[in-house]
């Protein structure tokens, strides 16, 4: 769809045709989609979340015994994490599933949650990209569209539940009405209102660094005369503060049971000002500039070549440096902070992207009047081509193998189920199944809506004489060897690490006085694997191709051997290599990570 579009731009681009623009404006929701359809499971930054939305949709709101339905049925009180998390966002994702979720009672609830999100961000997306076409013109946002399309982070990310991308559709909104459009004074000073109140709200309720994105944006906007203290900043100010704590304390008092409560300014106090945010890791002062820039916007011209040009060409610079202005200053100002991560400052990519293409369509419009534009407008197809095969046949590939605690507590899933009908015949009485789930399995995928409850059982294995009870547990195993034979013999099957999973098997067949006795040995059932870097191909070397190929499985099922896809998809990959890249390539390398254990009486 990306390649068609910009075909159709540099086609169609003299006839003044649609078709190039609305392609790419259905490309951001369609590969956000894309993205959570390849990599649909989450990772333990996102865990919060998303057992909220779990808790809340299966358990719903008590309205009686709260604090006593709380602490039983819901997940953030037994792993309450660091600093407590708002859930604002897991009751309004909860919500606008409802309806979904009753048309279809059997659907993918945490896909569905998921794309809601996935599609909010999107839309911020969207209408970005129309305030920048009425901004500063149509070949303006289509190159903006280009490059966010072909921009990998942004739209794998849109869909997680990180604090960070609930807030970042707000945000975007906000820098959408920020961008100095041709309108009135006075049209403008309530735009900018809006702005501030959505950048405050969602500071307050999402994401505490906001407070000094919002700092920079309404200081430049206060310095270049756009706004006044009087009659923008003390309003929206104290309004965005008003509805963030009337959105925040209620809710969040009332799920932690602590009154009064703001989970933000907790967090903030946590991580800030005790400094507990560096035992998380730090980086150099220039990180931000120097990796994580680079890695969100991915295609090197657009920060080499495009920003630069913005900010040179007059026609281009005063709207540059508008955008650019604030951005910049919030990350360098937050560079002082020495734990850094990308998720941190990923609210500033809609303006630095559209910099770059306000600097990329200043030399397309140009590219007949000299060899040099002409040269990088051809520079800037090549590399937003490139940039988007990279994301998705390198990084897309890459990400979606780097959650195998989902891959092996489905894989366990199957085998049980499949087993149950034989083992299960002839019984009346349920089965009681009880799984370990080991760190790294909690950390790379497994939520509780992956979690079989026994309705799920009996639809997942229709054909099993008998009910199956389920039940998980995510405690540490002891430290101590005199209470390891007590612990993990109240579990059937355990997802551990292989090292984990090796000394589990040399104790239960060790003559030690801890030693399993045989009732209790354990096999192997299964292995998963994951992520494990990327491998360069050289020239010559064969590629395997195995999680390339195993997505285009996933994708089109058993049509995938019919239809000749993968015979296609190996052919186009050898045509790359062959006449573009010289027989390089990169591929995705994969390696044990969890080993599924079963119990042997």
Known sequence: MLVCSIL???????????????????????????HLSIAPYTKVEESFHIQAIHDIETYGIPTHNVKDVLQAEYDHFTFPGAVP???????????LSSPIIWLKHDIDRQFVARAILGLFNASSLLYFASSLRRTAGRATAIW???FQASQFHVLYYASRTLSNMFAFGMTTFALASLLPEPVSSATYRKRSRVALYLITIAGIVFRAELALFLATHTLFLLASGRISIQREIIPAGALGLVLGQAITLPIDSFFWQQYPLWPEFTAFKFNVVAGQASAWGTHPWHYYFTNALPRLLLNPLTYLIGIPISLLQPATRGIATSILIPSLAYIAIYSIQPHKEWRFIVYSIPSLTAAAALGTSYIWTHRTKSFIYRFLSLGMIVSTLFSFLLSSFALLPASSANYPGAHALNALHNHVLSAAPKSARGQHEPITVSVHLGNLACQTGVTRFLQLSDDRSKQQGSNISSTISWSYDKSPPPASLSAMQTFWSRFDYVLLEPHEAETLLSLSGSPTEYAYSQSYAWETVDSVTGFAGLHVLRPGEEA??????????????????????????RKIREGIRESVSKGWWVEVKMKEKIRILGRVR
């Open 8 to 34: 159709c731009f540099i086609i169609f681009n003299k006839t003044n045709s649609r078709l190039g623009y609305l392609l790419l404006l259905a490309s951001i929701p369609v590969l956000v989609l894309f």
């Open 85 to 95: 998390r708002t859930f604002a966002g897991a009751v309004a994702l909860s919500g």
């Open 544 to 569: 395997s191709g195995g999680v390339e190929e195993g997505i285009l499985k996933w994708l089109f099922g058993r049509k995938v051997n019919e239809w000749g896809i993968l015979h296609s998809w």
């Open 144 to 146: 903006y569209l280009l």
